[in-house]
T-cell receptor, first 112, second 115 residues
Framework: KAGVTQTPRYLIKTRGQQVTLSCSPI?????VSWYQQTPGQGLQFLFE???????NKGNFPGRFSGRQFSNSRSEMNVSTLELGDSALYLC???????????FGPGTRLTVL | AQSVSQHNHHVILSEAASLELGCNYS??????LFWYVQYPGQHLQLLLK??????LVKGIKGFEAEFIKSKFSFNLRKPSVQWSDTAEYFC?????????????FGSGTRLSIRP
């Protein structure tokens, strides 16, 4: 069974730009969660999507948004990038209401 | 609100030494508990989990963890570490019967093993 895949793996952007990250969950998983990982803050929850609906949202500004498609693939968008948005963005998928999550390799975003 | 504390930020051990990484959580109800590992350059993987039952949980690669409810702790142990155990370890907790997004991660403990 293929694991969670994320594209691209690396991104370099400049302040003010926007970026879109993509996540393909494990086949059959309908829940997709996004996390921001930084050395100082650890893993922080961004949001969770289930059946194309945002089910939960973390404490991040509105510049961070996401969506989920009918095939459960998810995208995350960050607008008006700031230097502090530099991080590893992780996607995790799970079965319906199952808290065991499977993580992708992440997208390393660098904002210059 | 729930929280997770991992008090050791960086642990350095020699090969064959015993390992114990501390994890304490704060939450008033019943919980699910996890340890994840992130090897250098690799993605997060589940080491072990506790949902209910026997508080001593065995995971992959010889790791185990003990849930002590009275101490709100879920410490990770391994009797004899190897160089390949060099990684970052994350403890995580979620309320029982909740969705995946309710999981809260600790800040992580970096484990370095001297060959």
């Amino acid at each position: 069974k293929a694991g969670v895949t994320q594209t691209p793996r690396y991104l370099i952007k400049t302040r003010g730009q926007q970026v879109t990250l993509s996540c393909s969950p494990i086949s059959g998983h309908r829940s997709v969660s996004w996390y921001q990982q930084t050395p100082g803050q650890g893993l922080q929850f961004l949001f969770e999507y289930f059946s194309e609906t945002q089910r939960n949202k973390g404490n991040f500004p509105g510049r961070f948004s996401g969506r989920q498609f009918s095939n459960s693939r998810s995208e995350m968008n960050v607008s008006t990038l700031e230097l502090g948005d530099s991080a590893l963005y992780l996607c995790a998928s799970s079965l319906d209401r199952d808290v065991e999550q499977f993580f992708g390799p992440g997208t390393r975003l660098t904002v210059l | 609100a729930q929280s997770v504390s991992q008090h050791n930020h960086h642990v350095i051990l020699s090969e064959a030494a015993s390992l114990e990484l501390g994890c304490n959580y704060s939450y008033g109800g019943t919980v699910n508990l996890f340890w994840y590992v992130q090897y250098p350059g690799q993605h997060l993987q589940l080491l072990l989990k506790y949902f209910s039952g026997d508080p001593l949980v065995k995971g992959i690669k010889g790791f185990e963890a003990e849930f002590i409810k009275s101490k709100f702790s879920f410490n990770l142990r391994k009797p004899s570490v190897q160089w390949s155990d060099t990684a970052e370890y994350f403890c995580a907790v979620s309320p029982s019967y909740s969705s995946a997004s309710k999981i809260i991660f600790g800040s992580g403990t970096r484990l370095s093993i001297r060959p």
